[in-house]
Nanobody
Framework: QVQLVESGGGLVQAGGSLRLSCVASGGTLSTSTMGWFRQAPGKEREFVAATWWSRGNPYYADYADSVKDRFTISRGNAGNTVYLQMNRLKPEDTAVYYC?????????????????WGQGTQVTVSS
């Protein structure tokens, strides 16, 4: 059974940076899609970023418009670790951030398309 464990959340002032990490165990996810979602109080879980593998190419990535040019998603450890570098954080980025994996890969933006989830890590950005 695949397990995802996030780390790196915390409290930061607006304009600051945080780096989230997600380590997968129990399976090889090198060709899987891995992504980050977030959920603020009273709101639905929303897509933040995802990275996926395509034969013959390096990992592709895509982002929600709200984080484009501020956040960077990357893979490590032969694809079993995913990072989210968050720069120029804003108070509206405050949420619980979840790591997710879709075993079969592909480009997907809906939470229901992902098979495995981490427990979440809190990110709080103060103004």
């Amino acid at each position: 059974q695949v397990q995802l464990v996030e780390s790196g959340g915390g409290l930061v002032q607006a304009g600051g940076s945080l780096r989230l990490s997600c380590v997968a165990s129990g399976g090889t996810l090198s060709t899987s899609t891995m992504g980050w979602f977030r959920q603020a109080p009273g709101k639905e879980r929303e897509f933040v970023a995802a990275t996926w593998w395509s034969r013959g190419n390096p990992y592709y990535a895509d982002y929600a418009d709200s984080v484009k040019d501020r956040f960077t998603i990357s893979r490590g450890n032969a694809g079993n670790t995913v990072y989210l570098q968050m720069n120029r954080l804003k108070p509206e980025d405050t949420a619980v951030y979840y790591c997710a994996a879709r075993f079969l890969g592909g480009t997907y933006y809906g939470a229901h398309d992902y098979d495995y989830w981490g427990q979440g890590t809190q990110v709080t950005v103060s103004s």
